[in-house]
């Protein structure tokens, strides 16, 4: 069974968004072992400079790096990454865990992005779009795309 862990600064605030976070997760948990690690977003000002972004970003990476589990394929998003369909985001998710990686990790940055140590570690830069999504939103997208993908890879109705 693939291991699936979603790294993530910040919290769920509304419950809407958690309950359909809920639902995927519970889809989820019969067809991988899944995992959801919130940490924490730094603190900024009201108009931050650069290197206040900068810092903050330096900060968020080292934490996100230390909860990454060893020898796993890291997908981060990013607005720069590499756009792919559902069938490639499902192809590559078993490609990797056909050549051996038994743990794929995704990776949701704050409101600044990721930091560059964060893409660097990554196996794969991934954008959904050009259009910019609030990350609370995002997170449900996301799982709704991993399950997406096992149910593709399933040859399930679900994918039409």
Known sequence: ???ITVIC???????YLRNASAEY???LSSICRLS???LPAEKLSDNPSQKEIDSV???EGKKILEKI????????MCIEGKELSSEELSKKMFSLASRGFGKIVFIIGGSFGLSPLVKERSNLR???SR????HQLFRVMLLEQIYRAFQIENGSKYHK
Request: negative net charge; proline residues 6%; glycine residues 2%.
């Open 69 to 76: 589990p060893e020898h796993a394929a890291v997908f981060s």
């Open 1 to 3: 069974m693939l291991d």
């Open 126 to 128: 991934l954008s959904v």
């Open 131 to 134: 259009m910019t999504f609030p």
């Open 57 to 59: 970003l330096l900060s």
């Open 36 to 38: 959801i690690v919130e």
């Open 9 to 15: 600064i910040g919290k769920l605030k509304e419950e």
């Open 25 to 27: 997760q519970k889809r």
